[in-house]
């Protein structure tokens, strides 16, 4: 029954991981962003935790183990669900997936410190900063304390009306915490590299919800669409800092497009699908745990003795 209910997991898992892309394409950008990076957790998290669930029976019954548990080595290896081959890959795969996703996190950690401390002495207003630098710039930094950073070649370069877009876009990264999505899918994509167009579609979600918000804000799609358009050419070969957010380096051309075209409609059925997929691979592998728990429950009882035939002759 573990091994059952951990592959039914796995197949609901990896179906919403492959299936998550396209059908984000069909929802608001801000559904979409939140359902990716819940479906990114869910896959690297949840996959992780269930290859360590499935080969932690043939662990413990290796005699290391044996002596700090209450089971029965014996027991244990009379009922084992995986062989020892595959209990030891299961484990060396958990093991290499949560290396890669924590050396990432200690990259991106240093590099948000990094830019915090750049934007330590620069002068703000509120949480809008303006660099005096010829060459056009505008991205957000990350959490905390994060700011929206423009140069003054880009400020002198844009009307004051596509100027408020570039500022809004930016502001919807701070106010929505967009840079947490991304570090969250990100993480994910390294422990699963499965999971690489989901972070990538999570970077472009949260462009895409910013340039509904910036439209949003100046109440016109057109100026939005322009004011994006301007930007990207205008700060074209730039190089935002690492670990801050640029609005104006991902997918432009359809970005531009999208917001010429009618605002987003909610649509159920996309949201409902990957959902389901979600919620069944989460009540397989909760399943796949209490199996897990019944084996080592099961070591815990006496093994039975047989009776000597001999003795049932007399």
């Given amino acids: 029954m573990m091994i059952s209910a ?23 950008p801000a559904t979409a962003t939140r359902l990716l990076t819940a479906t990114a957790a869910a896959v690297a998290g949840g996959g992780t935790a269930l290859a360590l669930l499935v080969a932690l029976p043939w662990f413990a019954q290796l005699p290391a183990l044996v002596t700090v548990g209450p089971w029965s080595g ?13 209990a030891v890959a299961l484990a060396v795969a958990a093991l290499a997936a949560a290396t890669r996703a924590a050396a ?55 009307a004051p009306a596509e100027l408020r877009v570039v500022v809004a876009h930016e502001e919807s990264h701070l106010r929505h915490g967009h840079a947490w ?3 969250a899918a990100e993480l994910a994509a390294a422990a699963n590299p499965l999971l690489r167009p989901i972070a990538r579609s999570v970077r472009d979600g949260v462009e895409r919800w910013a340039d509904e918000d910036a439209a949003g804000t100046v109440a016109d799609r057109r100026l939005a669409a322009r004011a994006l358009a301007r930007t990207a050419l205008l700060t074209a070969g730039s190089a935002a800092p690492a670990a801050t957010l640029a609005g104006a380096d991902r997918g432009v051309p359809g970005r531009v497009a999208a917001l010429l075209g009618a605002a987003p409609r909610r649509r159920l059925l996309p949201a409902l699908t990957l959902s389901a997929l979600l919620l069944t691979g989460t009540a397989a592998a909760g399943l796949a745990e209490r199996c897990a728990d019944a084996v080592l429950d099961h070591a815990h009882r006496p093994v039975a003795t047989t009776t000597d035939p001999s003795k049932e002759n007399r």
Avoid: H, K
């Avoid at 014996?74 to 595959?86: M, Q, S």
């Fill in 104 to 158: 990432l996190a200690t990259r991106r950690v240093r590099a948000m410190i990094a830019v915090r401390r750049a934007c330590a002495g620069l002068p703000r207003t509120d949480r809008l900063t303006v660099l005096a630098a010829e060459r056009p710039e505008a991205f957000s930094t990350p959490p905390p304390a994060g700011r929206v950073i423009l140069s003054s070649g880009l400020v002198d370069r844009l």
């Fill in 181 to 183: 999505y991304v570090i």
């Fill in 74 to 86: 014996t027991a244990l290896r009379a009922g084992l669900p995986v062989p020892g081959p595959i």
């Fill in 6 to 28: 951990a592959l039914v997991a796995a197949v609901a898992w990896l179906l919403s991981a492959g299936c998550a892309p396209a059908l984000a394409r069909r929802l608001p």
